[in-house]
């Protein structure tokens, strides 16, 4: 398991303006691809969750799983190529999700609502799938400009001080959904609590999650605790029971029946597929 002291280690990315102090997270080591990943400036990160990058031995396209957490992706690929693209690639969706990860593809991830926000939604007063499928105009414009940077330290800089100036020309300010979100890690907290602690009835706060993040608050939170427990199985040789219980579930059977809904396989045979593909690796 990776200490505390790794994930916070700053890596400086040079640029031809000064240098970037940006926070380099152990890589996300997949079958025949790693990824590596930044933490976004601290002025961003209500909003977006990461960079990353993916690496492999040669040019590719990668399968790979996506799991349910309510964030969404913002893609770049072609950076190296003449014909660079940009394109949202994720939506909040329910369950397990197969998707491809080109070689040396480039990415932003955003956390719930923040897509919403950055995209424009509040001004455009749509639900996120309508605001992503109209591309903000910004988009394609980026994607060439990152292009015409040569190196890896340079785009990161770029792209960090784009979202920041975007940021701060939409006005974004900690919203609903944004204070709504720590709470929601706090498995011990029943739902009902959220109206008192926010103050807004529960059907509000449900269309306001349904518009900025596509899923409901409850969804979201049971997708945060499968995602909770998933990292356990991979990272511990804990009891599935005891992860069970840490992870705010009622017992075995009960995140036996949640994980194998969402995720697709019970969390046994979720466990034996991780662990051979860390076995497998080294």
């Known amino acids: 398991m990776t200490q505390q002291g790794d994930r916070d280690r700053p890596v400086a990315i040079p640029a031809e303006s000064g240098a970037l102090q940006l926070v380099e997270l152990p890589p996300l080591v997949l079958p025949d691809l790693s990824v590596r990943r930044w933490l976004p400036s601290p002025e961003l990160r209500p909003w977006v969750d990461l960079y990353w990058l993916a690496e492999g031995q040669a040019p590719s396209v990668i399968q790979a799983h996506g799991y ?5 992706t913002l893609l770049f690929e072609g950076l190296d190529s003449t014909q660079p693209e940009g394109y949202w690639e994720a939506r909040p969706y329910h ?19 923040g897509a919403w926000q950055l995209a424009g939604g509040r001004r455009r007063g749509r639900y996120l799938a309508e605001v992503l499928d109209g591309e903000p105009s910004w988009l394609t414009p980026l994607a060439e400009e990152l292009a015409e940077l040569l190196t890896l330290g340079q785009r990161l800089v770029h792209l960090d001080a784009f979202l920041c100036r975007l940021a701060h020309d939409a006005g974004l300010a900690i919203d609903t959904v944004q204070r709504v979100l720590p709470i929601l890690t706090q498995s011990e907290v029943p739902v009902a609590a959220w109206q008192s602690r926010i103050g807004i009835t529960r059907r509000g706060l449900e269309r306001i999650f349904e518009r900025q993040v596509g899923m409901s608050p409850g969804q979201l939170a049971l997708a945060w605790r499968i995602k909770a427990a998933r990292q356990a199985l991979t990272d511990s040789t804990a009891a599935i029971a005891e992860i069970a219980v840490d992870t705010g579930f009622h017992d075995q059977a009960h ?13 046994g045979a979720y466990r034996r597929r991780k662990w051979s593909q860390i076995y497998n690796r080294r």
């Open 255 to 267: 995140l036996t029946h949640a994980f194998r809904r969402i995720v697709g396989e019970p969390p």
């Open 68 to 72: 349910a957490d309510g964030g969404t």
């Open 95 to 113: 369950g397990v999700r197969r998707f491809a990860v080109s070689h040396r593809a480039m990415g932003v991830r955003l956390c719930p609502g």
